[in-house]
């Protein structure tokens, strides 16, 4: 007989271990072992309003993000951020560290030349021997100053673990980008369409709606979002959108036609034909899935251009 593995979801909410750390936090993986096994619902899938930088120094851990499973060694990073789904699958055969930080933490300039707030940002990251070395060092500055052999004021620390947080994320985007996945800034016309399928999704699926609000063709559209996302407007709408579905039907138990009222489908079964034509299951074989542990997910190709 197989044991069923039941899928929760946890809404994980930044709660920094001392007051004088709010912000930014690092933790070592054998800490967090040691938490999971004080508190078993840890090793739970969460969906947390803050960031994570998961960073292996030995060994390999298995981590999945938004369904996707992924392998993280010492020349791979991985980037979860607020409102996506993960769960640590494995933490058993790896050391190193978490870097946990709150949106809104960093510098205007930093969020902006690497990202920060891109809620479709890079995350899996495959770096060079020489990449790797550089920003583990840049990690352990940030770990030195964030871990101090004495005490440091408050208003000199923050902004030090500002910079060096900063720092961090600069060279990661420098050294991945160095590897020949470039991280190139999107053009203006796929950032204004990207953002508004963000807020819009719930509304509209199509392409001419988008065009008519911001004023482009919807030739113009898929052409931008060919080239900064890999596909077309119509496949990023829907990847949104069957993202939500996914999303929400792990995190409640909200009936289908719940769902599919909240995604702004007139009527449920519209819903399962759209969702099963992407996804290539219904709705409900998708939860029953994931829930009891039946769901298959392949780590990504560190050749694969990261399209999260």
């Known amino acids: 007989m197989v044991k069923m593995r039941h899928f929760d979801v946890r809404q994980v909410s930044y709660r920094p271990a001392a007051k004088s750390t709010a912000g930014v936090e690092l933790l070592l993986l054998e800490e967090l072992r040691r938490r999971m096994r004080q508190h ?24 999945m993000v938004d369904f996707t499973d992924y392998a993280v060694g010492p020349e791979t990073w991985l980037w979860v951020r607020p409102g996506q789904i993960q769960q640590f699958r494995d933490l058993r055969a790896a050391t190193g560290q978490i870097v946990l930080f709150q949106p809104g933490f960093l510098d205007p300039a930093t969020v902006a030349e690497t990202r920060v707030d891109d809620p479709f940002g890079r995350t899996y990251w495959q770096l060079s021997r020489e990449g790797a070395a550089a920003v583990r060092l840049a990690l352990d500055h940030l770990a030195a100053e964030f871990r101090p052999r004495a005490p440091v004021p408050e208003a000199v620390r923050a902004p030090i673990l500002r910079h060096l947080l900063a720092v961090l994320l600069l060279r990661l985007v420098q050294e991945t980008s160095q590897t020949g996945t470039a991280i190139l800034s999107p053009a203006e016309a796929f950032v204004r369409f990207r953002d508004a399928v963000e807020t819009g999704f719930t509304r509209t699926r199509n392409v001419n709606d988008y065009a008519r609000t911001l004023g482009y063709s919807p030739r113009t559209l898929t052409r931008t979002t060919m080239a900064s996302a890999g596909m077309g407007a119509k496949e990023f709408i829907d990847q949104r959108v069957v993202l939500e579905a996914k999303r929400m039907l792990v995190h409640s138990n909200d009936a289908v036609g719940q ?37 298959t997910c392949t780590p990504p190709s560190p050749r694969r251009k990261d399209r999260d």
Request: a positive charge.
């Open 40 to 63: 078993p619902q840890a090793d739970t899938a969460q969906r947390t309003d803050f960031h994570l930088l998961i960073s292996v120094e030995t060994g390999l851990l298995r981590h």
């Open 259 to 295: 769902v599919a009222a909240q995604l702004g489908f007139d009527d449920a079964s519209n819903f399962v034909k759209y969702f099963t034509q992407r996804q290539g299951v219904t709705p409900a074989a998708f939860r029953q899935g994931i829930r009891f542990g039946k769901e």
